[in-house]
Nanobody, 118 residues
Framework: QVQLVESGGGLVQPGGSLRVSCAGS????????MGWYRQAPGKQRELVAI???????TYADSVKGRFTISRDNAKKTVSLHMNDLKPEDTAVYYC????????????WGRGTQVTVSS
């Protein structure tokens, strides 16, 4: 069974930076589109960023210019570098993997909390 394990969340002040990472296992990592989603209290889970193997990343409008997603297929990791963090970025951040060409082969990590507060 594919496993996705997030790390790197925490508390940061507004305007600060943080990186969250996700390590995949039991998967041919390069065959998956990898993404980050987030869910704030009382809100629906929303897409933050997606990166395919070899394609350009896609970002939610709310994070464009501040967040950068990257992947390392050899290490089976995907990271999200977050700059200029705002209180509204506070959420649980989830790693997501989708097998290329499939709409049903999906996996989620358990999430990591990111809190932006002074």
């Amino acid at each position: 069974q594919v496993q996705l394990v997030e790390s790197g969340g925490g508390l940061v002040q507004p305007g600060g930076s943080l990186r969250v990472s996700c390590a995949g296992s039991r998967m041919t990592f390069s065959l998956y589109d990898m993404g980050w989603y987030r869910q704030a209290p009382g809100k629906q889970r929303e897409l933050v960023a997606i990166i395919t193997s070899g394609g350009p990343p896609t970002y939610a409008d709310s994070v464009k210019g501040r967040f950068t997603i990257s992947r390392d297929n050899a290490k089976k990791t995907v990271s999200l570098h977050m700059n200029d963090l705002k209180p509204e970025d506070t959420a649980v951040y989830y790693c997501h993997a989708r097998l290329k060409g499939s709409s049903t082969v999906l996996y989620w990590g358990r999430g990591t909390q990111v809190t932006v507060s002074s």
